[in-house]
């Protein structure tokens, strides 16, 4: 969650968004699935900016190892989250809309 929340102010602070916002969401879901594994109760956590965005030629990708839209990034922190917190399965869920981008 530590790495969410510390790429999304990253990308807020490179000073082109005029209002930076960083929004995180915790809800409990009844009866849902992670993976192929039915769970009774499991904690639904959101990240919500209104930052640049995930570039679209590596959105499909951005949960694989070594695949960064930094420069100076390493492209290892969203894939490691990622395993940590649900088995490997990809991709991930990145939404983005007209000034907002949220990943969950």
Do not use: W
């Not at 082109?16 to 009866?31: C, D, Q």
């Not at 499991?42 to 919500?48: K, L, R, Y």
């Not at 490691?80 to 991930?92: F, G, H, K, T």
């Amino acid at each position: 969650m530590l790495n969410l929340g510390r790429n999304a102010l990253q990308a807020l602070s490179g000073g082109n968004v005029p209002a930076p916002r960083l929004v995180l969401r915790t809800r409990a879901v009844s009866n849902a699935s992670v993976g192929k594994q039915r769970h009774r109760l499991v904690a639904s956590i959101q990240f919500e900016d209104n930052g640049p965005g995930v570039l679209a030629e590596i959105r499909d990708t951005i949960f694989y190892p070594l695949v960064s839209g930094r420069a100076d990034g390493t492209g290892l922190g969203l894939g490691i989250a990622q395993d940590l917190v649900r088995p490997p399965r990809r991709p991930d869920r990145i939404r983005q809309r007209s000034g907002q981008n949220d990943c969950s």
